[in-house]
């Protein structure tokens, strides 16, 4: 795989699973209706660990536009690249929530709130407060921009000081990582914290056929976009500030 393929294939993937468990936690007649917050986070944590496993080798798994505008602000990713990781990741976010809908089309169909046919797809704030939701996906998307900007590759030297990569395990760290954002950042918006995970599948909730579903609340949606950005940003100048690229 190009790396264009890589960011659409990894976060195919991450939608497919995030949006499923969604999907399976709140529709009627599911097996794991009603399971609550901790399968949600749970599956979105491992979503992005099959992501990473998948991209990792080819694109470097941003899998979120959020991480690749940080990375070229931090100066470890060309500027030139971001347009096409974004678009690969808004595509890739597209494609898995629409993947996750025809998994679970009998039990939308079987599902008659508006709200819930809408929450496999996009974020919806517990309390609207449009400056408080902001703050909310900024805070969250700056955690998870710290700890991606200061983590090291998985690497054990061996009894000859020879590296030895560790493999897949490397996407373990972000797996925990968007866990406990998840269960400790969540619950105010749903934490978003990738503009392409929110903007591909509430694309996808307005375009198709889904029985009795109401608004893709766009009036809310730059929320989602907005936060995430200023996050990576804000992430991204705290650890260049801090020396690490070389200004201190």
Do not use: C
Not at 180 to 202: E, H, M, Q, W
Request: aromatic share 10%; charged share 10%; proline share 6%.
């Amino acid at each position: 795989m190009d790396a264009f393929v890589a960011e659409f294939v990894g976060t195919s993937l991450l939608l497919a699973m995030g949006s499923g468990v969604v999907a399976n936690v709140v529709l009627n007649k599911t097996k794991g209706q009603n399971s609550g917050w901790i399968v949600i986070t749970t599956a979105w944590a491992l979503g992005v660990f099959i992501g990473v496993v998948v991209a990792g080798p080819y694109s470097g798994a941003h899998l979120n536009p959020a991480v690749s505008l940080s990375l070229a602000i931090a100066g470890d990713f060309p500027w030139a690249d971001v347009p096409k990781y974004v678009f690969a990741q808004i595509l890739g976010a597209m494609f898995g929530s629409g993947i996750a809908w025809l998994v679970y089309k009998d039990h939308f169909d079987a599902t008659d709130d508006p709200g819930l046919k809408f929450a496999p797809f996009a974020t919806v704030p517990a309390i609207r407060n449009l400056p408080s939701n902001l703050i909310s996906e900024i805070v969250g998307t700056s955690v998870l921009i710290i700890v991606i900007l200061y983590s090291t590759e998985p690497i054990l030297l061996d009894g000859n000081n020879t590296p030895i990569g560790l493999g897949s395990l490397g996407a373990l760290p972000v797996a925990f990582l968007v866990w406990v954002i998840g269960l400790s950042l969540g619950g105010t918006t749903g934490y978003a914290i990738n503009p392409a995970r929110d903007l591909g599948p509430r694309i996808m909730h307005q375009i198709l056929p889904i029985r009795g579903k109401g608004e893709s609340d766009w009036a809310y949606s730059w929320v989602p976009i907005i936060g995430p950005i200023v996050g990576a940003a804000l992430a991204a100048g705290i650890y260049l500030l801090l020396g690490v690229g070389g200004m201190v």
